[in-house]
């Protein structure tokens, strides 16, 4: 027999959030939500202009941004940049996330199955997959 697969936490997508979603079912709880997640694009897009003092960013009103708007990391419509979301989890102290094919992700790649979860994306869409007990979801 064996052991029982532990609850899980589940969000629903709601229109392009998919980010927020992802996030909060790869931690297992409510932890993000869009208006912390648009703080840190924003205060990554500010940081992104203060260093290349606004050379080929787009200008902070959204304006030339085309039919979504939005900035370098969160459009209009809610879709966040892998930037946003590898910041929102350095924020969390028990965790820690690598860009698959960085060097510091040679591990992960050596060996996928001793990691807790990923966040992958297909077609501008963010999903997590997450090792509950000795389940993949």
Known sequence: MTAPVPRRYHEKQIGSLCAVHALNNLLQGD???EVQL???A????A???AFTGGVGLAPESGEG???LGG???VRADGFFSVQVMLEGLKRLTSTHA???RSEAARDALAAPTREVGFICNRS???FPIRRLGGVWF
């Open 124 to 126: 501008e869409h963010w």
């Open 71 to 73: 900035t370098g990391n």
């Open 47 to 49: 940081a992104e202009r």
């Open 38 to 40: 648009a703080q840190i």
């Open 98 to 100: 690598q860009p698959i």
């Open 31 to 33: 932890v993000f939500d």
């Open 42 to 45: 924003h205060e990554l897009d």
């Open 65 to 67: 941004l085309g039919e």
